[in-house]
């Protein structure tokens, strides 16, 4: 009789692990599913982020970021050029607000990349550092600004504040998936433009802007993975062209058509930071050399540093991005006319 008893235990048992089986075989299919099939024709790579456990290996392996020198921060820091700012600007100018967020002006045009004016680059508070250093220039310090570019969904880079910030005063240039966002908080349809990748629209006939690809994914709840596109942005202001990367891994094909299709470049803005380690953030993130590849694949005659500095993402020492980049244009015989790392609040034309 207790043979018997064991042996139905076992079967019991067996049967147990089955069902764990195939229902664990059901939730990641149902999860591709989602992910990869019900996205928005994603043709370009989609790294398809970290998984909360993942991330929170990765987090339980590095134990904790390393402490920042206040000294550190100050020195990647200085005034806005107000005065500057408010002028029209005759030759190509950037401005380095913080993190992703470049003012762009010429020829009387002023625009933004992924403005992030406020504390923390999460939904909540709570759940993230506060940024390091403040924007360097206050929303109301700014010029009136003719338009703004999203990269992408991630909070980092768009901010549901800042975009409150603006309202209907800007018109908005925004991924395939991303419109309705907008249009539930408020922003008129006229105002919101969204594009496929390779696509293109006119602000006028002086301005012009195309939606480029890059090695990144969207995402800004558990259950919108990749439902919008990720990508950079070229605009061309009659004889100046420039690119803003966003965010995005490595892929020599993806750049070198960039530069084939939408080159050359007058100025580009390509992220440095945010990096390591790099076991973890490689689907995501370049480091500074790959940074140095970007710039010569899409043909770039002046590259600026940009997702650094501002908020503490990652586990990379503070000012580690920039001694990398020296090291990295220094190995291509480059040097920081072609790619440079300036300061938040330093204004910079060519």
Known sequence: MWDAATTQIKKGFIAVKRFLVVLIGLCISIAIIWTFVLDVGVRYPSTGGATVFEWLSMRIQEDSFPEIDPAEVQSITQPAD??????????????????????????????????HFTDYPAPLDFVAAPRLVPPALDFKQLPKIDFIVISHNHYDHLDHRSVDMFGNSVTWYVPLGLKQ?????????????????????????????????????????????????????????????????GDT?????????????????DMAFIPIGAYSPRYFM?????????????????ISKHSIAMHWGTFQLTSEPYLEPVQLLKKALKKQQLTADDFTAINIGESISY
Not at 250 to 265: L, N, Q, S, T, W
């Open 82 to 115: 107000l005065a500057l700012i408010h002028t029209r600007a005759n030759k190509p100018r950037a401005t380095w607000i913080g993190h992703a967020t470049m003012l762009v002006q010429y020829k009387g045009v002023n625009f933004l990349t992924d403005p």
């Open 181 to 245: 966002w907008f249009l539930d908080r408020g922003i008129k349809d006229e105002k919101v433009i969204e594009l496929e990748w390779w696509q293109s629209a006119q602000y006028n006939d002086h301005v012009s802007l195309t939606f480029t690809p890059s090695v990144h994914w969207s995402k800004r709840s558990p259950w919108d993975t990749n439902k919008s596109h990720w990508g950079g942005w070229s605009i061309t202001i009659d004889d100046f062209n420039s690119w803003f990367a």
């Open 249 to 265: 891994a490595y892929d020599k094909v993806v750049f070198e058509e960039i530069g084939k299709r939408a080159g050359p470049f």
């Open 282 to 298: 490689s689907r995501q993130h370049v480091d500074p050399a790959q940074a140095v590849s970007i710039h010569q694949d899409i």
